[in-house]
């Protein structure tokens, strides 16, 4: 199949997938998506004990696709643009120090208690893994999915400071997170034995710092072009936004900076909340409505993509793994329950928190995408042994459906009890 096959594709499954849950399910749309499209799966493969060539075509097509280049190198861009722009900017700014110790501090605490539960627990279950890929692991799951968080949180009447923290550590800490697992797996790969902290502080440094300055040097320059053309082409200001992602995200990558730190930044700058009428007139509602339509169709390709990559991923899966897969989940929790409370804890001295932050935090920092895409992207390196990819991966996929579905559906609940 071309790229266009499989675009359209995903276009008419969104679609139907959409009417369906609009008609029937009425969840949420990224946990009705994924619900059917995880449904339609399984359909398949049982199908597929009877009829094996419609598994294995199914399971085909989906491998044509490249969830991870498709994901990381293209859509995460995006997404992380349109969902940046919808941010107050002043409200952001209010809320900059539980932001930035949260997505930077928390999310490494997070990799360090998942990776070392994983290496003193796994091997109960008769599993062994070197650390260094338990701490890959780790990585790639601490971060939440700004993604999942946004759209759901576009549901709930929060107060708008909370909502900013939980949003905007979301944004921030994938952008970490991505660049904490490239960091770690870099050291995987020289061995720990060339471990140089220096070095990996430096590396750390350039991505993160690189990226944020990037964007904020594309975000004045994006803004002060749309502030000229001043809403009279409403197309050419879409058209600006358009290439300032995509150039942005290849240059990002030349120059070996985190890309989605930049699109963070330059979707803040080119926003229109929390600045006064002048400056928030530069950007035109059109540009507002196009990427809300662009956001919206690319969620429904992701989340529908997540459902249906359990197609590849079950012909590796054995039954003893599944209880893998649920120790893996409460693994994961205790690491984002640790990521979290103790930054707040500690910054509780100085700065309010609102009622029922932390667990909301907690609770709410849903996984998606952007694991199953990292996890993914070990099988292109093969000193990762295959065992310890298949494991990983698994375990990935069972933190990211329970995620989505358990812990997305019970947010409300959360909701009603802390408020």
């Given at each position: 199949?071309?790229?266009?096959?499989?675009?359209?594709?995903?276009?008419?499954?969104?679609?139907?997938?959409?009417?369906?849950?609009?008609?029937?399910?009425?969840?949420?749309?990224?946990?009705?998506?994924?619900?059917?499209?995880?449904?339609?799966?399984?359909?398949?493969?049982?199908?597929g004990?009877?009829?094996?060539?419609?598994?294995q075509?199914?399971?085909h097509?989906?491998?044509?696709?490249?969830?991870?280049?498709?994901?990381?190198?293209?859509?995460?861009?995006?997404?992380?643009?349109?969902?940046?722009?919808?941010?107050?900017?002043?409200?952001?700014?209010?809320?900059?120090?539980?932001?930035?110790?949260?997505?930077?501090?928390?999310?490494?605490?997070?990799?360090?208690?998942?990776?070392?539960?994983?290496?003193?627990?796994f091997?109960?279950?008769?599993?062994?893994?070197?650390?260094?890929?338990?701490?890959?692991?780790?990585?790639?799951?601490?971060?939440?999915?700004?993604?999942?968080?946004?759209?759901?949180?576009?549901?709930?009447?929060?107060?708008k400071?909370?909502?900013?923290?939980?949003?905007?550590?979301?944004?921030?800490?994938?952008?970490?997170?991505?660049?904490?697992?490239l960091?770690i797996?870099?050291?995987?790969?020289?061995?720990?034995?060339?471990?140089?902290?220096?070095e990996?502080?430096?590396?750390?440094?350039?991505?993160?710092?690189?990226?944020?300055?990037?964007?904020?040097?594309?975000?004045?320059?994006?803004?002060?072009?749309?502030?000229?053309?001043?809403?009279?082409?409403?197309?050419?200001?879409?058209l600006?936004?358009?290439?300032l992602?995509?150039?942005?995200?290849?240059?990002?990558?030349?120059?070996?900076?985190?890309?989605?730190?930049?699109?963070?930044?330059?979707?803040l700058?080119?926003?229109?909340?929390?600045?006064?009428?002048?400056?928030?007139?530069?950007?035109?509602?059109?540009?507002?409505?196009?990427?809300?339509?662009?956001?919206?169709?690319?969620?429904?390709?992701?989340?529908?993509?997540?459902?249906?990559?359990?197609?590849?991923?079950?012909?590796?899966?054995?039954?003893?793994?599944?209880?893998?897969?649920?120790?893996?989940?409460?693994?994961?929790?205790?690491?984002?329950?640790?990521?979290?409370?103790?930054?707040?804890?500690?910054?509780?001295?100085?700065?309010?928190?609102e009622?029922?932050?932390?667990?909301?935090?907690?609770?709410?920092?849903?996984?998606?995408?952007?694991?199953?895409?990292?996890?993914?992207?070990?099988?292109?390196?093969?000193?990762?042994?295959?065992?310890?990819?298949?494991?990983?991966?698994?375990?990935?996929?069972?933190?990211?459906?329970?995620?989505?579905?358990?812990?997305?559906?019970?947010?409300?609940?959360?909701?009603?009890?802390?408020?």
């Amino acid at each position: 199949m071309s790229i266009i096959d499989l675009i359209t594709l995903l276009l008419v499954l969104s679609a139907a997938f959409t009417l369906i849950n609009i008609a029937y399910l009425k969840l949420p749309s990224t946990i009705g998506l994924m619900l059917i499209a995880l449904i339609s799966s399984a359909l398949v493969l049982l199908v597929g004990i009877l009829f094996p060539g419609i598994a294995q075509g199914a399971e085909h097509i989906i491998e044509e696709f490249e969830f991870k280049e498709v994901l990381l190198d293209i859509m995460l861009n995006f997404l992380l643009f349109a969902g940046a722009l919808s941010m107050d900017l002043n409200t952001m700014i209010e809320e900059k120090v539980p932001i930035i110790i949260l997505a930077v501090f928390g999310t490494l605490i997070s990799t360090f208690v998942v990776g070392a539960l994983v290496f003193y627990i796994f091997p109960l279950l008769g599993i062994e893994m070197d650390f260094i890929y338990c701490l890959l692991f780790g990585a790639l799951i601490s971060p939440t999915d700004p993604i999942a968080v946004l759209a759901l949180l576009k549901k709930f009447n929060l107060s708008k400071n909370l909502e900013i923290k939980v949003a905007g550590e979301s944004l921030f800490n994938d952008g970490v997170g991505v660049v904490v697992f490239l960091t770690i797996l870099g050291v995987a790969e020289r061995g720990m034995d060339t471990f140089n902290i220096g070095e990996v502080g430096i590396l750390f440094g350039q991505e993160v710092f690189g990226g944020l300055l990037l964007g904020a040097i594309l975000g004045y320059l994006g803004f002060k072009i749309l502030l000229f053309i001043d809403n009279d082409y409403v197309e050419l200001e879409v058209l600006v936004t358009l290439s300032l992602v995509m150039i942005g995200g290849r240059f990002a990558e030349s120059i070996h900076v985190s890309a989605p730190l930049a699109m963070v930044i330059l979707g803040l700058f080119i926003g229109n909340k929390g600045r006064d009428e002048k400056l928030a007139n530069a950007t035109g509602k059109y540009v507002f409505k196009f990427w809300h339509l662009l956001d919206e169709t690319l969620n429904a390709m992701l989340f529908i993509l997540i459902g249906l990559e359990m197609l590849v991923i079950a012909k590796d899966v054995t039954s003893d793994m599944f209880l893998l897969g649920a120790v893996g989940i409460l693994i994961v929790l205790t690491g984002r329950s640790i990521g979290v409370s103790l930054p707040v804890s500690l910054m509780s001295l100085k700065i309010k928190f609102e009622k029922g932050a932390t667990p909301l935090l907690i609770w709410g920092g849903l996984r998606g995408g952007i694991s199953v895409a990292l996890a993914l992207s070990l099988s292109d390196f093969e000193w990762i042994p295959s065992d310890f990819k298949i494991i990983i991966l698994f375990a990935t996929y069972c933190v990211v459906v329970f995620s989505i579905l358990v812990q997305g559906l019970t947010i409300p609940a959360l909701l009603r009890r802390i408020q």
